[in-house]
Structure formats: structure tokens, C-alpha cells
């Protein structure tokens, strides 16, 4: 049945501004991800075709605007998401979203181009347009981790072929064209095959399997493994000329990005293991140098950047989490966000050696070297060691270092100025086994989480007295060994101690000439100002057996690498409520419904939000909004003025809104965009009115 007249109109209306919708949203989450240079990062197709486009419609007097995307229709603005779907992943990424989007797009030609449709199609249309103007106009964080690898997609990969993946996407195609998509067993059998070449894995083999096989159960999980096998982008060759900040930011944001693929994928690497030794090579080589001149990237170093916060008249909330390794970061980045803080600085720094929490944390914390910072085999009181430094150093200083959050409440309340508290839970789980039932990351996520819902009270009372930064510091990293591991003995001048069976990666020596120079790294106590010599095993190497779980201790990237971050509480500038109409158009001059949908972004509750359109006389009771959802005002029946202007089917009115956010008090005002039905008629509609005098 083909739709009457007032329906076509309506499905029309709301069709028409969702272009300009995903338009909007396509550049803002870009240059959200890839700043001021996301143009270079448009398919270069697409950006010599959008170039010309907007170089003939500018010779016929047609200027769209500035941005070059105005020059995209609606087909290549979804190509473009598609292609960049690590980007658009929250919006877009789930059964329902990618198969809206490609729905719409087909029913939408055939309506703009004045083609009858059927009263089910227009009534789809419909939901559609609300549906996605909805998800474009959300506030949909985006992992940061995605600014340091600006081709990747979902996990990293590149999305555009290059020639071994495209022989590769073609080979497929064709088997998969001859394949039912119905059995499980040809499910399988691909899936082992793309598991065994993953090298060529790409986005477009993964969604040509998905479509084939979308029918059997259990596909999408299956789908989901094949994505975390897409390479991302090969590291750069290391140089023995770089510096440390050089060798660290490589470490940071190319080797171990590309090592924690390699360890979801079970891949082995010779070159890749070759750049890890080199790493190793120059450290052991220069890290004496680095000790003697103090450089500022080693962690015992970071009381340094802690004073020239205080002096700065900041109060310091100072969270060490033992072992946050760098591939945990994208997941610590999404616990930030969600819990309300805004990273404003953020700086790879270097493990002291052995890369141990008896080393490395003691001398972050005491700000000493560590032969300075330990006593003998057995460390001194964190406590004690944090308490004589700032005494030393800032004697009017209220420094408090907690044992507990308890005490670091106390110390809030106290009115401390330099809180410092340690957070062992992740490194206690990164030394268990493996065991299969649960995923690691979704643990650590889930217990950065907690701890960040307990402290992120404690940092905001200490801001509301005095600016604070909640700053974040790690002592040490940590490595996954392989299968392959070689097992080595201890020296035979070992002193005993529990920590070899736990790390299995170095040990406290007496003979220097007792380790073989081929398996270990030989530390000499004065020269890497240590309170005895150590063996460091190289490589991936383990001491009398493989350890189940992550190890430290090492020289190697993944265990040398630490972090240095500095966040602020409060509201990210770009998270902000967003309000849209809800319910169908009004008409001008006549009582309509009118009510708002408002979208809450923020890991906060919205309370007592009150909504008023003054020159309409229009308010709203008070509506609470939980954290990471949408609700709708109760609809009110209002008659729009005729003398309001509209401008392509839409009104605007001036929407201002008073809210609590974190018992913050927050006013603001926005701008409304509110549809309009029209009837469109001809004067042949209104023929005998022609002739009237």
C-alpha cells in the first residue's frame, strides 16, 4: 500500500536533515582523533573527487562552505565511516548501526528523488532519521589511543589494501562464493585458515566473512577474534643514535602498541624480538649515564615534576599503580573518562633497574637512587622514605603518604596538600595464570573502575579548597613470555630470595664473573648504583621455569617502559548535554506536542535539570538523568506562533537549562532546532481562488 500524501511529507521532512547530521559528526569525531591534519586523512580517492567537485561548484557560483566534506553526498560520507571505523566504532559499530545506516541510504534515494513508497517504508524512514540524528548528536567518547596510530582501524590495522591484502581479499571472495554460509563446519574452516595468514587480515576479508556467515550462531564472537588479529602498523627500525626520550616514545607509542598484537595474535617475530634486544642493548649500555647526570625521564626522578606542581600552588593527589603496563593504557584512558577526569599531560618515563617494585617504586617514591632508597637485599618503609623526602625538601609541606583510602580520606579532610597512595591490585592480578574464565583486560578495566569511583570523590573535595591534579605514576611495566621461553639457572653466586620465584628475571649476585654473559645482563653495584650486583636475564629468558602470568624485572621494553600522567577533575570541555526534539513536527500556528529529549554524556548523574523556552512561556517539571543515558521531558501542548520563522523546515528556539552535575551547579543555554510539518500545495490546489476578484 503505497503511503498517502502526509506521511510521504513527514518521512521527507525528517530524511532530509540527517546528511547534514552524519556530515557534521564525520568531521568532528575526525578531528577529534587526528586534529588539524584529519583532511589527511581521507582516502586520497575521495579527497581528489571531493576537490574537483568543489572546484566545478565554485566556477558556477556555488560556494557549500569551507569544509571540503560539504562536498560528500550521503554515500561517500558513509564509505568514509566505514573505512574509518575504528573511529566511528561507538556510534555505528554494532549489528543495528552499520545495518541502519546502509537501510537508510537505500530507501532514501528513491524518496528524494520523488519516487512513490509504501506506507511501511516511509513509516521505517522515519524511525531511521531519529534514530541515527540521535547517534550522531551523542557525546560518544573516543579512546585516545587512536591519535598515536592515525591509519588504524577497530584494533590498529590499516583499512586500505595494499597489494598482498588485496590478492588476499580477492582469493577469499572468491571461496567464499562458493561457500552456503550455512554450515558450520565451512564457518570453521575459514576461520582456522584466516587465523593461520592473519598477516593479510584486513576489514574488508573480516566483513565479507561476517556477511557469509552471519546466520550461525555463535559467528559474531568468532568475528570479534579475527578482528584483534589485525596487525597494526609495523614499528620503525630503533638507532643506536637516538637519545632516551627518542627510545622511549618509540617504546610507548610503536613497539609495544604492535608487541601487544603480537601476544593477542601468538605471533613470533624474529625482527620484531631483534628491535626488542636492541632496546635492551642501549639501556644496559647508557643507563649508568642517564644515573650520573640524573636524567629527568627515570622515574626517581618524577618528585621533581611533583614540586613544580606544589610550588605552583597546586595540591597533589598522587596515585602509583604498580604495574600499569603499556598495553593497559587504552583501557586505564577509558576508566579516566568515564569517572569525570580530563588527561592533561601524559609522558613515557623509565623503569629504574631491576625493573622491580623493590627498586623501582621504592626510588619513585623516596626520590633517590636506588642504593640511596634500599637497604641491603631488604627495602626500607615507602612510608618512611616518601616522609623524609618531603621533609627534607618542603618542610612547611602537609605531605601524608596512605597505606589505605581510609587514610587517605583522613588526609583530605586533614587538608593535606601532597596525598600519595599505591594501587597493587592490577600487578597482583598480572601475576596469576591465565586460566581461560575470564578476559584480563575486562578485569583490569573493571578494577580500574572501582578504584577510580573511591578516589575520584577524595580528588574533588581536595579541589574544592585548592586547585588539584590527580597525578599517575608506575614504577615498572611488565612482559608476557612466549611458549618458546629459554629456561636458564641461577647463578651459581645467587643470594636466595622469594622475589626469583615470583619474577624469574633477575637475581642478587655475589661474583660478578659467575654469570654467563651470553644469557644475563651483569649489573656491577657501584656503577648502576644498586646496594648489590645483579643478573638480568636477556631477553626472554626465565629462571628455572616459564611463568604463568606476566613477569618484570628485565630490560625489555614492555617491562622498562613507565608512565608519567597528570589529570584534572572536573568535566571534559567537549562533553556537554545535548537536547533534540522529540515527537513528531509541529505546526505552525496550531497546538502541537513539544517535548525535548535530553542526552546525559557524562559518568555523572544529571539532577534537578529544569528546561525553559522563555518567549514561548514554556517549562518543564525537574527530570534526573542517570549517567550515560537519555530521557524525554513529559510532552506540553503549545501552539507555535505564526511569526517565528522557518528556515528549511526547522524553528529555532532558545533553550536554557540549570542542572546539578557532581553537586555542581551548572546554567546554560542552547539552541533548539525544532521540525516543522508544512503541507505543500500548487495554485492548482487552490484553482477556484484563481479567479476571485
Given at each position: 500500500?503505497?503511503?498517502?500524501?502526509?506521511?510521504?511529507?513527514?518521512?521527507?521532512?525528517?530524511?532530509?536533515?540527517?546528511?547534514?547530521?552524519?556530515?557534521?559528526?564525520?568531521?568532528?569525531?575526525?578531528?577529534?582523533?587526528?586534529?588539524?591534519?584529519?583532511?589527511?586523512?581521507?582516502?586520497?580517492?575521495?579527497?581528489?573527487?571531493?576537490?574537483?567537485?568543489?572546484?566545478?561548484?565554485?566556477?558556477?557560483?556555488?560556494?557549500?562552505?569551507?569544509?571540503?566534506?560539504?562536498?560528500?553526498?550521503?554515500?561517500?560520507?558513509?564509505?568514509?565511516?566505514?573505512?574509518?571505523?575504528?573511529?566511528?566504532?561507538?556510534?555505528?559499530?554494532?549489528?543495528?548501526?552499520?545495518?541502519?545506516?546502509?537501510?537508510?541510504?537505500?530507501?532514501?534515494?528513491?524518496?528524494?528523488?520523488?519516487?512513490?513508497?509504501?506506507?511501511?517504508?516511509?513509516?521505517?524512514?522515519?524511525?531511521?532519521?531519529?534514530?541515527?540524528?540521535?547517534?550522531?548528536?551523542?557525546?560518544?567518547?573516543?579512546?585516545?589511543?587512536?591519535?598515536?596510530?592515525?591509519?588504524?582501524?577497530?584494533?590498529?590495522?590499516?583499512?586500505?589494501?595494499?597489494?598482498?591484502?588485496?590478492?588476499?581479499?580477492?582469493?577469499?571472495?572468491?571461496?567464499?562464493?562458493?561457500?552456503?554460509?550455512?554450515?558450520?563446519?565451512?564457518?570453521?574452516?575459514?576461520?582456522t585458515f584466516l587465523k593461520e595468514y592473519s598477516t593479510f587480515l584486513s576489514i574488508q576479508v573480516i566483513e565479507a566473512v561476517q556477511e557469509k556467515f552471519k546466520g550461525l550462531e555463535g559467528s559474531s564472537n568468532l568475528i570479534d577474534e579475527l578482528y584483534m588479529l589485525i596487525p597494526p602498523t609495523r614499528p620503525e627500525r630503533?638507532?643506536?643514535?637516538?637519545?632516551?626520550?627518542?627510545?622511549?616514545?618509540?617504546?610507548?607509542?610503536?613497539?609495544?602498541?604492535?608487541?601487544?598484537?603480537?601476544?593477542?595474535?601468538?605471533?613470533?617475530?624474529?625482527?620484531?624480538?631483534?628491535?626488542?634486544?636492541?632496546?635492551?642493548?642501549?639501556?644496559?649500555?647508557?643507563?649508568?649515564?642517564?644515573?650520573?647526570?640524573?636524567?629527568?625521564?627515570?622515574?626517581?626522578?618524577?618528585?621533581?615534576?611533583?614540586?613544580?606542581?606544589?610550588?605552583?600552588?597546586?595540591?597533589?593527589?598522587?596515585?602509583?599503580?604498580?604495574?600499569?603496563?603499556?598495553?593497559?593504557?587504552?583501557?586505564?584512558?577509558?576508566?579516566?573518562?568515564?569517572?569525570?577526569?580530563?588527561?592533561?599531560?601524559?609522558?613515557?618515563?623509565?623503569?629504574?633497574?631491576?625493573?622491580?617494585?623493590?627498586?623501582?617504586?621504592?626510588?619513585?617514591?623516596?626520590?633517590?637512587?636506588?642504593?640511596?632508597?634500599?637497604?641491603?637485599?631488604?627495602?626500607?618503609?615507602?612510608?618512611?622514605?616518601?616522609?623524609?623526602?618531603?621533609?627534607?625538601?618542603?618542610?612547611?609541606?602537609?605531605?601524608?603518604?596512605?597505606?589505605?583510602?581510609?587514610?587517605?580520606?583522613?588526609?583530605?579532610?586533614?587538608?593535606?596538600?601532597?596525598?600519595?597512595?599505591?594501587?597493587?591490585?592490577?600487578?597482583?592480578?598480572?601475576?596469576?595464570?591465565?586460566?581461560?574464565?575470564?578476559?584480563?583486560?575486562?578485569?583490569?578495566?573493571?578494577?580500574?573502575?572501582?578504584?577510580?569511583?573511591?578516589?575520584?570523590?577524595?580528588?574533588?573535595?581536595?579541589?574544592?579548597?585548592?586547585?588539584?591534579?590527580?597525578?599517575?605514576?608506575?614504577?615498572?611495566?611488565?612482559?608476557?613470555?612466549?611458549?618458546?621461553?629459554?629456561?636458564?639457572?641461577?647463578?651459581?653466586?645467587?643470594?636466595?630470595?622469594?622475589?626469583?620465584?615470583?619474577?624469574?628475571?633477575?637475581?642478587?649476585?655475589?661474583d660478578l664473573d659467575s654469570p654467563n654473559k651470553a644469557d644475563w645482563f651483569v649489573l656491577e653495584k657501584k656503577r648502576f648504583r644498586l646496594p648489590n650486583h645483579f643478573a638480568v636475564t636477556r631477553g626472554n629468558r626465565s629462571i628455572g621455569a616459564r611463568p604463568r602470568g606476566y613477569v618484570h624485572g628485565g630490560f625489555s621494553?614492555?617491562?622498562?617502559?613507565?608512565?608519567?600522567?597528570?589529570?584534572?577533575?572536573?568535566?571534559?570541555?567537549?562533553?556537554?548535554?545535548?537536547?533534540?526534539?522529540?515527537?513528531?513536527?509541529?505546526?505552525?500556528?496550531?497546538k502541537s506536542a513539544f517535548a525535548i529529549r535530553v542526552n546525559n554524556p557524562f559518568y555523572l548523574d544529571v539532577e534537578d535539570l529544569e528546561l525553559e523556552i522563555a518567549h514561548l512561556e514554556l517549562t518543564f517539571d525537574k527530570i534526573e538523568i542517570p549517567r550515560l543515558s537519555h530521557t524525554e521531558t513529559e510532552a506540553r501542548?503549545?501552539?507555535?506562533?505564526?511569526?517565528?520563522?522557518?528556515?528549511?523546515?526547522?524553528?529555532?528556539?532558545?533553550?536554557?537549562?540549570?542542572?546539578?552535575?557532581?553537586?555542581?551547579?551548572?546554567?546554560?543555554?542552547?539552541?533548539?532546532?525544532?521540525?516543522?510539518?508544512?503541507?505543500?500545495?500548487?495554485?492548482?490546489?487552490?484553482?477556484?481562488?484563481?479567479?476571485?476578484?
Open positions: 500500500m503505497l503511503a498517502p500524501d502526509e506521511l510521504l511529507n513527514k518521512a521527507l521532512i525528517l530524511a532530509r536533515p540527517v546528511e547534514a547530521a552524519i556530515r557534521q559528526v564525520v568531521e568532528l569525531d575526525l578531528q577529534r582523533v587526528y586534529g588539524p591534519e584529519w583532511r589527511l586523512h581521507i582516502p586520497q580517492t575521495l579527497n581528489d573527487k571531493l576537490i574537483e567537485q568543489r572546484q566545478t561548484e565554485l566556477g558556477a557560483g556555488r560556494d557549500r562552505g569551507p569544509s571540503i566534506l560539504e562536498y560528500a553526498s550521503l554515500n561517500e560520507l558513509i564509505d568514509l565511516m566505514r573505512s574509518e571505523v575504528g573511529i566511528f566504532a561507538r556510534r555505528f559499530s554494532d549489528e543495528e548501526g552499520w545495518d541502519g545506516l546502509e537501510e537508510f541510504r537505500k530507501l532514501r534515494n528513491p524518496l528524494m528523488h520523488g519516487n512513490r513508497l509504501a506506507t511501511e517504508e516511509c513509516d521505517r524512514i522515519i524511525e531511521l532519521s531519529r534514530w541515527i540524528i540521535f547517534r550522531c548528536e551523542a557525546n560518544i567518547p573516543i579512546d585516545q589511543v587512536t591519535k598515536t596510530q592515525p591509519t588504524q582501524s577497530r584494533t590498529g590495522g590499516s583499512n586500505y589494501l595494499d597489494p598482498k591484502r588485496a590478492k588476499f581479499f580477492e582469493i577469499m571472495i572468491d571461496e567464499l562464493q562458493g561457500m552456503s554460509g550455512k554450515m558450520i563446519s565451512e564457518r570453521d574452516l575459514v576461520m630503533p638507532s643506536k643514535q637516538w637519545d632516551i626520550k627518542k627510545w622511549l616514545k618509540w617504546g610507548d607509542r610503536k613497539f609495544l602498541p604492535y608487541r601487544a598484537w603480537m601476544d593477542r595474535a601468538d605471533i613470533k617475530d624474529d625482527e620484531i624480538e631483534l628491535d626488542g634486544l636492541l632496546f635492551e642493548e642501549w639501556i644496559f649500555e647508557n643507563y649508568p649515564t642517564l644515573l650520573e647526570k640524573a636524567d629527568p625521564t627515570l622515574v626517581s626522578m618524577i618528585y621533581q615534576q611533583i614540586e613544580e606542581l606544589l610550588i605552583g600552588g597546586k595540591n597533589i593527589f598522587w596515585l602509583v599503580i604498580d604495574n600499569l603496563a603499556a598495553q593497559w593504557i587504552p583501557a586505564y584512558r577509558r576508566c579516566l573518562e568515564r569517572s569525570g577526569f580530563r588527561e592533561e599531560e601524559y609522558q613515557p618515563r623509565l623503569a629504574m633497574v631491576p625493573s622491580v617494585t623493590a627498586v623501582s617504586r621504592l626510588a619513585m617514591l623516596a626520590g633517590r637512587m636506588p642504593d640511596d632508597a634500599m637497604m641491603s637485599t631488604i627495602t626500607t618503609s615507602e612510608e618512611v622514605a616518601f616522609n623524609e623526602l618531603w621533609t627534607t625538601r618542603m618542610p612547611e609541606l602537609r605531605a601524608k603518604f596512605c597505606g589505605t583510602l581510609n587514610q587517605a580520606e583522613e588526609a583530605v579532610t586533614d587538608g593535606c596538600q601532597l596525598i600519595a597512595i599505591v594501587y597493587n591490585r592490577i600487578d597482583k592480578r598480572l601475576h596469576q595464570a591465565d586460566d581461560g574464565w575470564f578476559d584480563l583486560e575486562a578485569d583490569i578495566e573493571n578494577d580500574l573502575d572501582r578504584m577510580f569511583e573511591r578516589i575520584g570523590p577524595l580528588v574533588r573535595k581536595m579541589n574544592t579548597v585548592r586547585e588539584t591534579k590527580l597525578v599517575i605514576t608506575s614504577d615498572h611495566g611488565s612482559l608476557k613470555l612466549p611458549k618458546n621461553v629459554q629456561v636458564v639457572n641461577l647463578p651459581k653466586s645467587a643470594i636466595p630470595e622469594q622475589e626469583i620465584a615470583i619474577h624469574r628475571r633477575n637475581a642478587a649476585i655475589t621494553p614492555e617491562e622498562m617502559v613507565s608512565h608519567w600522567i597528570v589529570t584534572t577533575p572536573g568535566l571534559r570541555e567537549d562533553l556537554k548535554l545535548t537536547f533534540s526534539f522529540a515527537g513528531d513536527p509541529v505546526r505552525v500556528g496550531q501542548m503549545i501552539e507555535i506562533p505564526d511569526i517565528m520563522a522557518v528556515h528549511k523546515d526547522r524553528i529555532r528556539v532558545r533553550l536554557s537549562c540549570k542542572y546539578l552535575l557532581g553537586s555542581k551547579p551548572i546554567r546554560e543555554a542552547h539552541e533548539l532546532l525544532v521540525p516543522v510539518a508544512r503541507i505543500y500545495k500548487s495554485d492548482i490546489d487552490d484553482f477556484e481562488g484563481l479567479f476571485d476578484d
